[in-house]
């Protein structure tokens, strides 16, 4: 957002003020989360009521994926800190800028330990127009400069008070909103599509080369749960073996023999600003979809380079869930491994044993090092598992790879659709673009 736009003349209709006089009109509050002395970890449980934590804020959504619950009980006796449908949860500390709008589903939710709460309250102003408002670069560049210390930024209730606000009548605020959460929905579509394709694929992973369903039905007598070209594969008995009781055929293998490990060491001198960039930090936990990225234009130590369609692997021992596929080529932190199969018919059958709880239960088995444990390419390729004929592996890859192309379409799109509601925000704000403009523009797009 320009300068001018924040302190300079609005556009007609339009009224600047700040985030904390937005919420006193509205009987709203801007309110921290619960301190660590009211909530400990040892009152964490397996199933209850969700506690929003920073890791669970992504771009203006709240990412369900592995949230923290705590039991009724507790959730009441911090009842003041539960959301309602329209606040708005921030990060305390690290990645201040980003922040997450409260969908009607999760009413009733606690805003957790190292979070902020902002909840307008009855102000005038729309929390779906305020969410993207405040997802605004020079809005969010704004959060950044004033937060608070120098090797981690805080954020705290003045701040966030303090924060410019300008925002035109009801009727645009619901236009405007409406538009750029038809992009979301899209965005979001995609990410469920992309989670129904990984629990699809992973499903017949587990059946064919974990349970071993088919041998076991034909062992049976029954009839596999399979088109009969691809029960013809199986056999239709099981050996024993050092592993467990495995399909007659098979053998007692490791990963090492069928996956490899290409160290594509690259400095930073060698790398384009522009080359696709992974981090830890953008991988998501226990999902194979790695849909973000940052770029190589600040690298100051040697990187890793991948290709399109391998394997990446966190070897840091809190991060051996974060497995994916890399969707472009580029360049990954040193404290990632690449896993690269050694034929592409064994592509999905790699994928899958190293995104298995199994494999990660075996990274930390045998990770070393005291203060950030870490995983090694000679341990994993360790790894025992019953190998199968190339054969099934192969026609496993054939159902794996179109999965695969598909996720990396949706994750692209979804990329696409991102970039759009990004450059249609200031342009909105700053009245360069009218509504109408931009419904257009949507419509094309979509």
Known sequence: MPAEVLRGPVLPGWERTTLGEIVRRGGGHVQTGPFGSQLHASDYVPSGVPSIMPVNIGDNRIIEDGIARIAEADAERLSRHRVRAGDIIYSRRGDVERRALVRPEQEGWLCGTGCLKVRLGDGGVDPKFASYYLGHPEVRAWIVRHAVGATMPNLNTSIMEAVPFLFPPPVQQRALACILWALDEKIELNRRMIQTLETMARAIFESWFVNFDPVRAKAEGRAPSVPKQVANLFPASFVKSELKEIPNGWSVGTLGEVADNPRRGVAP?????????LGLEHMPR???ALS?????????????????GEILFGKLRPYFHKVGIAPVNGVCS???LVVAPKKPEWFGFVLGHVSSSDFVEHTNAGSTGTKMPRTSWQEMARYKLALPPERIAARFSELASPVAERITAGIFQSHTLAALRDALLP????????????????????
């Not at 001198?269 to 960039?277: D, M, R, V």
């Not at 342009?427 to 979509?446: W, Y």
């Open 269 to 277: 001198s060698e790398i384009e600003p522009s080359t696709p960039y």
């Open 286 to 288: 226990r999902s194979i």
């Open 292 to 308: 973000n990225w940052g770029h190589a234009d600040s690298l100051e130590s040697n990187k890793f380079g991948f290709k399109q």
């Open 427 to 446: 342009k909105l704000i700053s009245g360069e673009l009218q509504v109408s403009d931009a419904d257009r523009i949507v419509r094309r797009c979509a």
């Open 334 to 336: 040193t404290d990632i």
